[in-house]
């Protein structure tokens, strides 16, 4: 492997170590000696989080093929328009459901058009900025974040100011890195999705003044979701400017600090974004299922909880969702949906086929089932940090450093809220 041009300097590569003692030792001890790392390197302040809210992802348009006048064309069609989510969500809010994060992914023309995001204009057949700026007016009403998620890595096309070939990330051969879609079955290229390059991590810093320059049109309480960017690590062999993996996290975490006079949101975190974070989303539940693990168990979650407010992956894209929803109650995670309000045909034969169970009204029953339950749990716990967790066959454990102990019997769905076996809460999934 190549890492950087010239002799290694060995000053710039280490590895650190903590060791945990003691008998029994295991990931609950673990978890809790890199939390501890995390809130001494980042200054983080570990104290408790709302566990009643719960996380909506709107998506918002994709690219379809529709024949015009005889002519194969891919054009703009709505999956959500801002008008249905606001009609959504203030159905939900008339039903008792506050504390949503609201999350509008695939929204702008650039995100479309496979454009670097620059000038955060939202797509036509979504809407309008009025609509978003009312949408959010709404939600900051009823305790509730709207947040734009926005695509400053990858990219397809040229435009606004960026070429594809000229600022593109390079390879060892100087040719443009390409990022692959891949099928989970077969685990070969999809290649109906179009390919996309990664930007050279010197122009990051350029793209976030211009994402700030350009959110000045919209409300201050509107936030950025920034996705997976803080794990989106790579290298660029350019000729003219290399940039080793290190390099690039300074350029993106210097994203984060740009954009940081705004409220900033993220799927799946890496660790030196979490001071950065509003919230968390798209935590993992379970693990890759290889054979190399005996068992699931909540370290990411252990590590999280008291330093930010996490949400689950989307319960309604998972094969199982009531094992889901009780692994969010185990783990401490708010539940979120992945949904769209347009019909559900919209997605066909589209990359966001995946949607075929997203549609909005499907879910609002079991949305608002499930929060009044995840909203009974948080009042029971008094949003206290969850310290450990325990899995003894079907049935779960999870410890809050107020004492609090939340039982999940996966096998009969039981839940069980107590403290110092004094039963507070009880319901069943």
């Known amino acids: 492997m190549l890492y950087e041009d010239g002799d290694i300097n060995p000053k710039k590569l280490n590895i650190s170590y903590r060791f945990v003692t003691g008998e029994n030792v295991g990931y609950n001890e673990m978890a809790a000696t890199y939390k501890e ?16 809210g719960i996380s909506l992802e709107f998506n918002c348009a994709v690219k379809s093929k529709k024949s015009i006048f005889g002519i194969p064309m891919k054009v703009n069609t709505k999956l959500s328009t801002v008008k249905g989510i606001e009609k959504f969500c203030k159905t939900l809010y008339k039903n008792g459901i506050e504390g949503m994060n609201v999350t509008l992914s695939s929204w702008s023309r650039e ?9 955060l204009n939202p797509v036509r057949c979504f809407g309008e900025r009025n609509e978003i700026e009312k949408l959010a ?14 695509e400053m890595q990858f990219f397809h096309s040229s435009g606004k100011g960026y070429n594809k070939w000229s600022h593109s990330a390079k390879a060892q051969s100087n040719a443009p890195i390409y990022i692959y879609d891949y099928y989970k079955s077969i685990f070969k290229k999809n290649k109906d999705i179009v390919r996309l390059r990664l930007i050279k991590p010197t122009k990051l810093s350029v793209i976030s003044n211009n994402v700030l320059k350009s959110s000045d049109d919209y409300d201050d309480e509107i936030i950025f979701n920034l996705a997976e960017s803080s794990s989106k690590l790579y290298s660029d ?16 975490e210097n994203t984060f600090k740009t954009l940081s006079s ?25 693990s890759s299922q290889n054979s190399i693990f005996d068992y699931d168990v909540p370290f990411v979650q252990l590590v999280l909880s008291g330093l930010v407010e996490y949400s689950s992956e989307p319960i309604n894209l998972l094969s ?18 992945s949904l769209i ?22 879910l609002y029953d079991e949305i608002t089932d499930y929060y009044d339950v995840f909203s009974n749990i948080s009042s029971a716990i008094e949003k206290s940090i969850m310290i450990s967790h325990s899995k003894e066959g079907n049935i779960s454990k999870s410890l809050y450093s107020d004492g609090k102990i939340i039982t999940v019997n996966y096998l009969t769905g039981e839940v069980i809220v107590s403290n110092e076996d004094k039963e507070i809460y009880k319901t069943q999934i």
């Open 37 to 52: 790392y995390l809130i001494q390197k980042y200054k983080i302040e570990n104290t408790a989080q709302n566990f009643s």
């Open 111 to 119: 995100q479309l058009s496979g454009k670097i995001d620059n000038s």
């Open 137 to 150: 007016k709404f939600l900051k009403s009823t305790d509730s974040t709207l947040a734009l998620s926005l």
């Open 237 to 252: 062999f350019d000729s003219k400017k290399t940039s080793n993996i290190e390099e690039t996290r300074l350029n993106i």
């Open 262 to 286: 705004r409220k900033l949101s993220f799927n799946f975190p890496a660790d030196y974004a979490i001071k950065y974070a509003n919230n968390a989303e798209d935590i993992p539940l379970t």
């Open 320 to 337: 199982d969702r009531r094992k889901a929803v009780l692994d969010s109650i185990a783990y401490g995670a708010n539940l979120k949906y």
């Open 341 to 362: 309000t347009e019909n559900a045909y919209s997605v066909v034969g589209t990359e966001k086929d995946f949607l075929y169970y997203a549609q909005a009204d499907n």
